[in-house]
């Protein structure tokens, strides 16, 4: 019988090493040579400062910036995740009824019944840094107010919405979308 746990032992530390260090050290060696940036978070930096991440959606309450989807854990990455609220929840019909509210009232849109869906429900891990073009052209009456631009700058930003609009991956998985933290970055920088 004591052959038999020295084997086992030495199986067991030999899989602890293969698994446990080789393969993750060469999963990351692997994804820093292919794939330097999205290995590293995608993180970006603005005069050598962090600013966020790519992949990490952001909350922006300021009307001068595009806001971001709802979010049940307010945009905090630990831990991620939704409501699960399901579709005869009335607290999810009062959150969606408020949400379609605000963004009409904050936008400056007269039909609510023209805001999007991503920004009436919130997005299944809570950090999602994406919105459709068409919640962003909804959103650019206000954004232009808050910054008293004229209408060459409002025509500046539309441009900027089209420019940085992604196509559905792999080009039929989902819709356009745009990320925010990316499109306001570029927002300030329209003067």
């Excluded at 067991?12 to 940036?37: D, K, N, R």
């Excluded at 909804?138 to 008293?148: C, E, F, H, M, S």
């Excluded at 004229?150 to 819709?175: M, N, V, W, Y």
Aim: glycine residues 6%; aromatic residues 10%; charged residues 25%.
């Amino acid at each position: 019988m004591k052959p038999q746990i020295v084997i086992s032992l030495k199986i067991f530390l030999m899989l602890t090493i293969i698994t446990g260090l080789i393969y993750p050290l060469f999963i990351t060696f692997a994804a820093q040579i292919i794939f330097p940036q999205e290995a590293s978070g995608s993180v970006i930096k603005k005069d050598g400062k962090l600013i966020g991440s790519e992949l990490i959606g952001q909350k922006f309450v300021s009307d001068k910036y595009f806001s971001s989807r709802p979010s049940e854990i307010d945009f905090s990455p630990m831990p991620s995740g939704a409501s699960n609220f399901g579709m005869t929840s009335t607290k999810l019909k009062s959150l969606f009824d408020e949400r379609k509210k605000e963004f009409a009232e904050k936008n400056y849109i007269n039909d609510a019944d023209l805001t999007p869906h991503e920004m009436l429900f919130a997005s299944a891990s809570g950090v999602d840094p994406h919105i459709t073009p068409q919640a962003a052209f909804l959103q650019v009456g206000r954004i232009t107010k808050a910054r008293n631009f004229d209408e060459h700058r409002r025509r500046l930003i539309i441009l900027l919405i089209a420019s940085l609009t992604e196509k559905p991956q792999f080009g039929f998985l989902c819709k356009p979308t745009i990320n925010v933290l990316l499109l306001n970055i570029e927002l300030d920088k329209i003067e």
